[in-house]
């Protein structure tokens, strides 16, 4: 496609519920990252991708976070029993490389947790 | 390990009035550095970067920023501001090959008539 896609674009869960998010990059960009981004704050880093090997994920929060990209292109943050702390923008970004910092960003998705 | 402070939370201006919006950072090795924008409902995009070529670096939509080494700073400037610049606009450092970008808290720039 033209850009990153997510979706859903909005997710209303309640607290314990398990979520997945779906991020679809831009056709040939070898990187994926995924960025937590809170209400009034920057964009958090989570986790990073190479194709389909996932090189970096300090930034995931805790176990329940969880990242894949299987065939090195969509790929899905699921994150398991959700708490109200989780309730963020999930945001996605591609590149063609790593280490340029040309980062093509979707427009995220809006978790909610009740 | 790197970080980015931007000063200011929340800046307004008159249309046609410069824009400054300021950014310090901390890096153990020479840095890359980013702006980005993100207008409502919007993904961020890239408006600049630094990558050690000119210390002056011009983005889109008029904007640019200037390198200091001396004062570790990257602030982004605008001659004259327009309606369409309101947005939250993010500093991003990075170092080369291995580091993900860390971005600041962001700044909101409103534009008054």
């Known amino acids: 496609g033209a850009g990153v896609s997510q979706s859903p674009r909005y997710k209303v869960a309640k607290r314990g519920q398990d979520v997945a998010l779906r991020c679809d990059p831009i056709?040939?960009?070898?990187?994926l990252f995924w960025y937590q981004q809170a209400l009034g704050q920057g964009p958090e880093f989570l986790t990073y991708?190479?194709?389909?090997?996932?090189?970096?994920k300090s930034g995931l929060p805790s176990d329940r976070f969880f990242a894949e990209r299987p065939e090195g292109s969509v790929s899905t943050l699921k994150i398991q029993r959700t708490q109200q702390e989780d309730s963020a923008v999930y945001l996605c970004?591609?590149?063609?490389?790593?280490?340029?910092?040309?980062?093509?960003f979707g427009e995220g998705s809006r978790l909610t947790v009740l | 390990a790197q970080s980015v402070t931007q000063l200011g939370s929340h800046v307004s201006v008159s249309e046609g009035a410069l824009v400054l919006l300021r950014c310090n950072y901390s890096?153990?090795?020479?840095?890359?550095l980013f702006w980005y924008v993100q207008y409502p409902n919007q993904g961020l995009q890239l408006l600049l970067k630094?990558?050690?070529?000119?210390?002056l670096v011009k983005g889109i939509n008029g904007f640019e920023a200037e390198f200091k080494k001396s004062e570790t700073s990257f602030h982004l400037t605008k001659p004259s501001a327009h309606m369409s610049d309101a947005a939250e606009y993010f500093c991003?450092?990075?170092?080369?090959?291995?580091?993900?970008?860390?971005f600041g808290k962001g700044t909101r720039l409103s534009v008054i008539a």
């Open positions: 890096s153990s090795v020479p840095p890359y």
């Open positions: 630094y990558t050690s070529a000119a210390t």
């Open positions: 991003a450092v990075s170092t080369s090959g291995n580091t993900p970008l860390v």
């Open positions: 056709s040939g960009h070898v990187s």
């Open positions: 970004a591609s590149s063609r490389g790593y280490g340029t910092g040309e980062l093509f």
């Open positions: 991708f190479q194709n389909e090997a996932q090189l970096d």
